[in-house]
């Protein structure tokens, strides 16, 4: 079985803030980041000559997880070649000039070791999972895929009929359709209102000179972060960095801002009475990655938390929407919030799973207690639930680092966003700061008779159209 695998996107829950000082590092020169009084190891970062950055967590473990996060993703297309940088992602691993398909196969796996990657709308990731030992070869591998892959075009004619079969892979997968179809509405006419795979035409049409041309303009020195966690000498890598990564150009002259993306109010439709339930996603815009209102909104998503029919004990919930959607029965299957950060803008909503009933298709009451626990965000809220919020926002931050792999993505992920890696108890010192006042001033900012995006999929007969959600973002409705 081979150790080499994809993946097509990357949705986490993200904070950040306008406060976060940039990072300027002097070129060739190791900075160290102030130690976490949560006792974790420091994060190195160092600068090499042509630009691109190293950064590294050395925690002494037998094992490490090394990878190169490219600022490039499906954002950075055009309406052309949309789908390219997904397309790029599954022939990185078809053979390069120095080792077959085969051959690269089989060398990670005789070292016990695994490949992967994904394509996000504003990033592309390749990382690699091994012993400590095998860290210089793991870093060859990695910089010989990335520079010399072959791009063979019977290769893009295989992997252009796997492709297609992902696509309706994924139009199975309704919550990951009804997240598309909103952010073609949100961001319509814009990159960010394309899918991530492309259209089925693109994938068709899409040629080893659309690749190249692809890597040419975005995969230059300065838009990548060698990132890298476990058993990791921090100077031993930016060494084997600048012999396998030394040539990359820097391009950082011809780079361009990514095209500004506008939010658009309105709603998708997508009845399908074949289906059992009704899906509907509920969205307004947020600031983007970098700016301080972002961990308030990310405390009230925390705040609505998440919920689903099978999760016993209901009646206790500290969430107030999951006690009231249980226990008054109002045909609710499960729902989720969800907090979904770009550079410059965002989406902050909740996704609801509906049951349909033929005699009584009415999904009015359940929607309506819903919007009514968005817009208390803005007036409603007590300090101790936001307090017990901002621990669980605390507890899940700090699982979400758990191993090689997660330490090593949010090192790549934050450098990218933020220019350094945020300490943990900085962090934790944000988040103590933010009292109940906050989270009601920035929701009243946001949420408060805020326009909103709509995404339906199922049988939705029963639910309001977009004048009545519109409406109810504000009290005097609710």
Aim: charged content about 25%; aromatic content about 8%.
């Amino acid at each position: 079985m081979s150790l080499l695998s994809r993946g097509f996107r990357s949705r986490r829950f993200r904070v950040g803030s306008s406060l976060l000082r940039p990072a300027f590092r002097a070129v060739g020169t190791a900075v160290s980041e102030p130690r976490a009084s949560y006792n974790v190891p420091e994060t190195r970062v160092t600068r090499l000559p042509n630009g691109m950055q190293v950064a590294t967590e050395d925690n002494g473990m037998p094992t490490c997880t090394v990878g190169l996060w490219i600022n490039a993703g499906s954002r950075y297309e055009s309406e052309r070649n949309n789908g390219v940088a997904h397309f790029l992602e599954h022939m990185i691993f078809k053979g390069t000039n120095r080792r077959s398909q085969t051959d690269l196969e089989l060398e990670v796996e005789n070292m016990g070791a695994h490949l992967n990657a994904y394509t996000s709308r504003e990033q592309t990731v390749y990382y690699a999972k091994s012993l400590s030992k095998d860290l210089p070869q793991m870093v060859d591998i990695l910089g010989d895929i990335l520079q010399n892959s072959k791009l063979n075009e019977a290769e893009i004619e295989r992997e252009r009929g796997v492709i297609l079969r992902e696509v309706q892979e994924i139009e199975t997968m309704t919550h990951e359709v009804l997240l598309d179809n909103l952010h073609s509405v949100a961001y319509a006419g814009t990159p960010l209102g394309r899918t991530i795979l492309g259209p089925v035409q693109n994938i068709k049409t899409i040629t080893r000179e659309d690749l190249l041309a692809y890597i040419g303009s975005h995969y230059s020195a300065e838009r990548i972060v060698v990132a890298a966690a476990g058993g990791v000498d921090h100077d031993a890598l930016c060494s084997l960095v600048e012999k396998h990564f030394g040539g990359l150009k820097n391009m950082a002259d011809e780079f361009m801002l990514p095209e500004p993306c506008r939010f658009t109010s309105g709603e998708h439709k997508q009845r399908d009475d074949s289906m059992m339930n009704a899906w509907l996603a509920i969205a307004i815009e947020t600031p983007g990655w970098a700016d301080a209102d972002t961990i308030p909104l990310m405390i009230a998503a925390t705040l609505i938390g998440s919920w689903d029919r099978s999760i016993g004990g209901v009646r206790d919930s500290p969430s107030r929407l999951a006690s009231h959607l249980a226990q008054l029965r109002l045909r609710a299957h499960s729902f989720n919030t969800f907090c979904t950060l770009y550079h410059d803008t965002g989406l902050w909503g909740i996704q609801l799973c509906l049951d349909h009933y033929e005699h009584d298709p009415d999904h009015w009451e359940a929607t309506w207690y819903v919007q009514d626990e968005i817009v208390r965000l803005t007036y409603g809220i007590t300090a101790s639930e936001v307090e017990r919020a901002k621990n669980l926002f605390k507890r899940n931050m700090l699982q979400s680092l758990d191993g090689t792999t997660a330490t090593c993505e949010d090192i790549g992920r934050q450098m990218l966003c933020y220019g350094r890696r945020i300490p943990l108890d900085e962090m934790d010192a944000r988040i103590s700061m933010i009292n109940v006042d906050t989270v009601r001033d920035t929701c009243m900012k946001y949420i408060y008779d805020a326009p909103v995006t709509l995404a339906s999929i199922g049988r939705i007969e029963g639910v309001p159209d977009y004048t009545v959600f519109k409406a109810r973002m504000n009290k005097l409705f609710i």
